[in-house]
C-alpha cells in the first residue's frame, strides 16, 4: 500500500470504531439472552461490548433444530452435549435431538466447557431467537419460526416475506435462494457488513 491508501484505510478503521461506539451508547437494555443459528447473535454481543448470556456462540444449530430448542428451551438446556463423529470437521454435537456444529473450537472438549458456562448465564425472562434462511431452509420452516411463542424473533431472509411478523429482509442475495454470510463486509467506501442493514440495536432495546 502507498501512504494515500494507508490513510484511506486508516480513516476507514476510525469511522467504524465510532460507528460500533454510537451503537454502545443507544443501547438502552443489556441483559438480553440470544438463542441464534448462528454467530450473529455473537457478532451483536461483541459490537456492544457485552457479555456472552448464551450458549449459543461461535456454532451453528440449523434452523428446523433451533425451532425444536425454542419449543422446550429449559429442557434442552438441561441436557447434556453428546459428542458426534465429524471426520474432517468441526467438533459436532447433539442435544437431544438438535445438532450443534462448533466451527469457531478446536475440540469438543472446549466446545462443550464453554457451553457449559454460557448456558448458567442465560436469562430466560428476555430470550430472542434469530435465525437466517440458510441451511435448506424452505418456506414452511419460515412459517414455523414465525409462529414460535416469541415476542422478539427475527430470521433473516434473502427475499421480503411481508406476511411473516419476523422475517427481516437482507438486500444482496435474491439470485442465491438464501442469505450469505450476513458478518461479511459489504463492498463500498465505509466498513459495513450485511447484517448493518438492519438496525439490531433498536430491535434489541425493544426486547423488553
Not at 89 to 115: I, M, Q
Request: proline content about 6%.
Amino acid at each position: 500500500m502507498n501512504d494515500a491508501s494507508n490513510l484511506i484505510q486508516a480513516l476507514r478503521e476510525r469511522e467504524w470504531r465510532a460507528y460500533l461506539w454510537k451503537k454502545r451508547l443507544r443501547l438502552k437494555r443489556p441483559g438480553f439472552s440470544i438463542l441464534s443459528t448462528n454467530c450473529i447473535g455473537g457478532v451483536m454481543y461483541h459490537d456492544l461490548g457485552l457479555e456472552f448470556l448464551t450458549p449459543t456462540v461461535n456454532l451453528t444449530i440449523p434452523i428446523r433444530d433451533l425451532i425444536k430448542l425454542a419449543g422446550n428451551p429449559r429442557w434442552y438446556m438441561a441436557l447434556p452435549l453428546a459428542e458426534r463423529e465429524n471426520p474432517g470437521g468441526c467438533p459436532t454435537a447433539l442435544l437431544g435431538d438438535v445438532r450443534v456444529n462448533f466451527h469457531h473450537y478446536a475440540s469438543f472438549e472446549e466446545a462443550s466447557a464453554k457451553w457449559e458456562e454460557r448456558k448458567r448465564k442465560i436469562n430466560w425472562d428476555r430470550l430472542i431467537l434469530m435465525a437466517t434462511d440458510r441451511d435448506g431452509c424452505d418456506y414452511e420452516t419460515l412459517r414455523r419460526f414465525d409462529r414460535l411463542p416469541y415476542p422478539h424473533k427475527l430470521v433473516f431472509t434473502h427475499r421480503p416475506y411481508p406476511e411473516l411478523d419476523s422475517a427481516c429482509y437482507i438486500r444482496g442475495f435474491e439470485e442465491r435462494g438464501e442469505v450469505g454470510v450476513l458478518t461479511n463486509f459489504k463492498p463500498g467506501p465505509l466498513k459495513r457488513r450485511y447484517l448493518d442493514a438492519f438496525d439490531y440495536v433498536g430491535f434489541l432495546n425493544g426486547a423488553e
